[in-house]
T-cell receptor, first 110, second 112 residues
Framework: GENVEQHPSTLSVQEGDSAVIKCTYS??????FPWYKQELGKGPQLIID???NVGEKKDQRIAVTLNKTAKHFSLHITETQPEDSAVYFC?????????WGAGTKLIIKP | NAGVTQTPKFRILKIGQSMTLQCTQD?????MYWYRQDPGMGLKLIYY???????DKGEVPNGYNVSRSTTEDFPLRLELAAPSQTSVYFC???????????FGPGTRLTVL
């Protein structure tokens, strides 16, 4: 079955710098890759997604890239701000389900 | 459009008690999911449903039951609560996969 690995587990960056979170997946049949942001005490919120027929997608300060050959995808956050502090999860589609990464805690240092 | 709503927000149960966690969505999504999230950990799928009357087990179904009599509602039943079921429970819904899932605010359950 599908397996998703996410790195790093914790990422600390200076405010204004960029942050990159990486995920790898195992099943080449996966064709949809969403990213979620979870703030303390809240449910995960979909922030950006990408499908397997696209290599990159941007939405303001966030972008996602996908390398199907290498089976990895990444989340890029530029010009980080204090409100970007949260736990970020990647996922990969498998039939009716999403297979989740373990999460990355992003800390923005003032 | 309220999205996905969950009740209650918090609950404390004694060992052996039972309860039902409620989940309702108003987006007319056929697909619904229940997850649990232990402190500092990721999401584990308990059960999911692909439409009214159809449910299937996820990764960690033991100790739980679900039903799906309508498109909107997907309750999760805990029978004989155990301390290992202390967790935050999230309900989610989705349009036809593969698409993103939309999460409720969660129910924080403590079993003592």
């Amino acid at each position: 079955g599908e397996n998703v690995e996410q790195h790093p587990s914790t990422l600390s960056v200076q405010e204004g710098d960029s942050a990159v979170i990486k995920c790898t997946y195992s099943d080449s049949a996966s064709n949809y890759f969403p990213w979620y942001k979870q703030e303390l005490g809240k449910g995960p919120q979909l922030i950006i997604d990408i499908r397997s027929n696209v290599g990159e997608k941007k939405d303001q300060r966030i972008a996602v890239t996908l390398n199907k050959t290498a089976k990895h995808f990444s989340l890029h956050i530029t010009e980080t701000q204090p409100e970007d502090s949260a736990v970020y999860f990647c996922a990969a589609s498998m039939i009716y389900q999403l297979i989740w990464g373990a999460g990355t805690k992003l800390i923005i240092k003032p | 459009n309220a999205g996905v709503t969950q009740t209650p927000k918090f609950r404390i149960l004694k060992i052996g008690q039972s309860m039902t966690l409620q989940c309702t969505q108003d987006m007319n999504h056929n697909y619904m999911y229940w997850y649990r999230q232990d402190p500092g950990m990721g999401l584990k799928l308990i059960y999911y449903s692909v439409g009214a009357g159809i449910t299937d087990k996820g990764e960690v179904p033991n100790g739980y039951n679900v039903s799906r009599s309508t498109t909107e509602d997907f309750p999760l039943r805990l029978e004989l609560a155990a301390p290992s079921q202390t967790s935050v429970y999230f309900c989610a819904s989705s349009p036809q996969p593969p698409q993103g899932q939309y999460f409720g605010p969660g129910t924080r359950l403590t079993v003592l």
